[in-house]
């Protein structure tokens, strides 16, 4: 069980260039999330889904796109990278919204720097 | 909007003295709260969840105590060992939606 992974670990990408990070668990999890993680700041939602095919925008969405096709993967685009997507991007996976089972699992994290 | 705040930002203390960190939050209209543990370079690795309907949770030297009418969570470290050392980060869940602190740096110095 390897719960949630990120791939790639480390990235740089020149202005204007474009990639996908690809975010994995394997808990048959029905929520998926994207955060990003800046200096000083906790972490803030980009986008989020709660089922497979379904996706929605999160507090700081622009610039970003999400897919998820199927289950157990939530992919997070850049089209067109700016040096402000420069950080750390944590995906997270959890069974439910409500009740005990809210707890949401985290991935190691992508440190995506744009140059 | 959800305003998460955790002071301080950081905090040294010697092996074996007690840690409290605090999470202040503005919307009482919380589903739950939990804190994490976040390693330099690292994921987040989830320590305690509290219910809304609960007023504390504890797991072997943590404790956390929530109290939603003032906004606040705090979380207890007995007995810190250097092996506390890391990045603490309180989370509220209101609305459908995560919202984090910055975050507290504990050094715990042997």
């Known amino acids: 069980n390897a719960g949630v992974t990120q791939t790639p670990k480390f990235r740089v990408l020149k202005t204007g260039q474009s990639m996908t990070l690809l975010c994995a668990q394997d808990m048959n999890h029905e929520y998926m999330y994207w955060y990003r993680q800046d200096p000083g700041m906790g972490l803030r939602l980009i986008h989020y889904s709660v089922g497979e095919g379904t996706t929605a925008k999160g507090e700081v969405p622009d610039g970003y796109n999400v897919s998820r096709l199927k289950k157990q993967n939530f992919l997070l685009g850049l089209e067109s990278a700016a040096p402000s997507q420069t950080s750390v991007y944590f995906c997270?996976?959890?069974?439910?919204?409500?009740?005990?089972?809210?707890?949401?699992?985290f991935g190691p994290g992508t440190r995506l720097t744009v140059t | 909007k959800q305003e998460v705040t955790q002071i301080p930002a950081a905090l040294s203390v010697p092996e074996g003295e007690n840690l409290v960190l605090n999470c202040s939050f503005t919307d009482s209209a919380i589903y739950n709260l939990q804190w994490f543990r976040q390693d330099p370079g690292k994921g987040l690795t989830s320590l305690l969840l509290i219910q809304s309907s609960q007023r504390e949770q504890t797991s072997g030297r943590l404790n956390a105590s929530l109290d939603k009418s003032s906004g606040r969570s705090t979380l207890y470290i007995a007995a810190s060992q250097p092996g506390d050392s890391a990045t603490y980060l309180c989370a509220v869940m209101a609305h459908y939606k995560l919202s984090f602190g910055a975050g507290t740096t504990v050094t715990v110095r042997a």
């Open positions: 997270a996976s959890s069974k439910s919204l409500a009740g005990a089972n809210y707890e949401q699992y």
